[in-house]
């Protein structure tokens, strides 16, 4: 698996810059402190909360106008039957999927985003509130890319 770094949705400074000194708190939105607060206190032993999530998964390939390698953004309603396991509903510019099968093992996460047409399958870490790793459509390995979810609100 690649760095997860390359897929997460915001960027870390590289080494020579020089180290931002983050937002106080107090010039967050409510709605920024409340994500910051539960990305920050998240343990990978707790259940990750069902509702609605979102994210996105990159594709090297060019489609339906977009040049290869752009984003393509996920909204999902996910829902966690415990700790490690869940389904969920959701669109994305594809059109709509559900997830099947998803577990969490650990800090590795798997499932299979099912279109009814065709399957994709993804492969992944939970690091702390967010998921993220790499898919492939379950009848061609080769056509592949990165992901990221995490919840909305």
Same mark, same amino acid.
């Given at each position: 698996? !690649?760095?997860?770094?390359?897929?997460?949705?915001? &960027?870390? @400074?590289? @080494?020579?810059?020089?180290?931002?000194?983050?937002?106080?708190?107090?010039?967050?939105? @409510?709605?920024?402190?409340? !994500?910051?607060?539960?990305?920050?206190?998240?343990?990978?032993?707790?259940?990750? @909360?069902?509702?609605?999530?979102?994210?996105?998964?990159?594709?090297?390939?060019?489609?339906?106008?977009?040049?290869?390698?752009?984003?393509?953004?996920? +909204?999902?309603?996910?829902? *966690?039957?415990?700790?490690?396991? *869940?389904?969920?509903?959701?669109?994305? !510019?594809?059109?709509? *999927?559900? *997830?099947?099968?998803?577990?969490?093992?650990?800090?590795?996460?798997?499932?299979?985003? +099912?279109?009814? &047409?065709?399957?994709?399958?993804? !492969?992944?870490?939970?690091? =702390?509130?967010?998921?993220?790793?790499?898919?492939?459509?379950?009848?061609?390995?080769?056509?592949?890319?990165?992901?990221?979810?995490?919840?909305? =609100?």
């Amino acid at each position: 698996m !690649e760095k997860l770094e390359t897929v997460v949705p915001f &960027k870390s @400074p590289s @080494p020579a810059a020089p180290i931002p000194k983050p937002k106080s708190t107090s010039m967050l939105s @409510p709605a920024e402190s409340k !994500e910051l607060s539960y990305v920050l206190h998240s343990k990978s032993s707790q259940v990750l @909360p069902s509702g609605l999530w979102k994210g996105y998964f990159v594709d090297n390939r060019a489609l339906r106008g977009k040049s290869a390698g752009s984003k393509w953004l996920i +909204d999902v309603n996910m829902t *966690f039957q415990s700790r490690d396991q *869940f389904t969920a509903r959701g669109s994305d !510019e594809v059109g709509s *999927f559900t *997830f099947k099968n998803g577990k969490i093992t650990g800090s590795k996460v798997q499932f299979i985003k +099912d279109y009814g &047409k065709h399957q994709v399958v993804y !492969e992944g870490q939970v690091l =702390g509130a967010q998921m993220m790793g790499r898919w492939w459509l379950r009848t061609n390995r080769n056509t592949k890319g990165d992901w990221a979810l995490w919840p909305a =609100g």
